[in-house]
T-cell receptor
Framework: DGGITQSPKYLFRKEGQNVTLSCEQN?????MYWYRQDPGQGLRLIYY???????QKGDIAEGYSVSREKKESFPLTVTSAQKNPTAFYLC????????????FGEGSWLTVV | EDQVTQSPEALRLQEGESSSLNCSYT??????LFWYRQDPGKGPEFLFT???AGEEKEKERLKATLTKKESFLHITAPKPEDSATYLC???????????????FGKGTKLSVIP
């Protein structure tokens, strides 16, 4: 089946550790995105990528890093510099960045312990 | 700065009791307005895209409409399985390099009671 696969679904991290969230899509979409969702707030854009080997910061990029070495993959690293990393992280993709529908994966829960 | 405000924050309906959710928005120029459904612990599921004022789209018990300042999601004779959080998002046509970006509202949590 075509779709967006995020892993792991649940992740616990100790303070001071970096963690990487995986996102893979088989929709042949050009653009990929990472959003963060906190209770009572709208989704906020962390990073996005329009093509392989290129990506741009969103509204809340500080403390995060990404790579786009393959069209299908867009992993997100939450670094120890992210002050409040506990959240629900959503990966998404679309055929092109402007005007087309953005589709979401099932999300990853990150908890800092 | 683009803004999206959804109301009410929460809505409880009896099964079969029709109602509407509101999404008010401010953008320089609207490229598209998107409605999503989100179940607890899941990613948002795409419902509709609206591009211009006067446009309407329907899917089962849901109907989305658009004006120059707001969008409504009408729910006709809802069932308990319609219970979810409904998210509205806009894409600004004049954000320059950021024209890809969606600005989301905080959502309306709908509960349909049997």
């Amino acid at each position: 089946d075509g779709g967006i696969t995020q892993s792991p679904k649940y992740l616990f991290r100790k303070e001071g550790q970096n963690v990487t969230l995986s996102c893979e899509q088989n929709l042949n979409h050009d653009a990929m995105y990472w959003y963060r969702q906190d209770p009572g707030q709208g989704l906020r854009l962390i990073y996005y990528s329009q093509i392989v080997n290129d990506f741009q910061k969103g509204d809340i990029a500080e403390g995060y890093s990404v790579s786009r070495e393959k069209k299908e993959s867009f992993p997100l690293t939450v670094t120890s510099a992210q002050k409040n990393p506990t959240a629900f992280y959503l990966c998404a993709s679309s055929r092109k960045t402007s005007g087309n529908t953005i589709y979401f994966g099932e999300g990853s829960w990150l908890t800092v312990v | 700065e683009d803004q999206v405000t959804q109301s009410p924050e929460a809505l409880r309906l009896q099964e079969g009791e029709s109602s509407s959710l509101n999404c008010s928005y401010t953008v320089s120029g609207l490229r598209g307005l998107f409605w999503y459904r989100q179940d607890p612990g899941k990613g948002p599921e795409f419902l509709f895209t609206l591009y211009s004022a006067g446009e309407e789209k329907e899917k089962e018990r849901l109907k989305a409409t658009l004006t120059k300042k707001e969008s409504f999601l009408h729910i006709t004779a809802p069932k308990p399985e319609d219970s979810a959080t409904y998210l509205c998002a806009v894409q600004d046509a004049y954000s320059g390099a950021g024209s890809y970006q969606l600005t989301f509202g905080k959502g309306t949590k709908l509960s349909v009671i049997p």
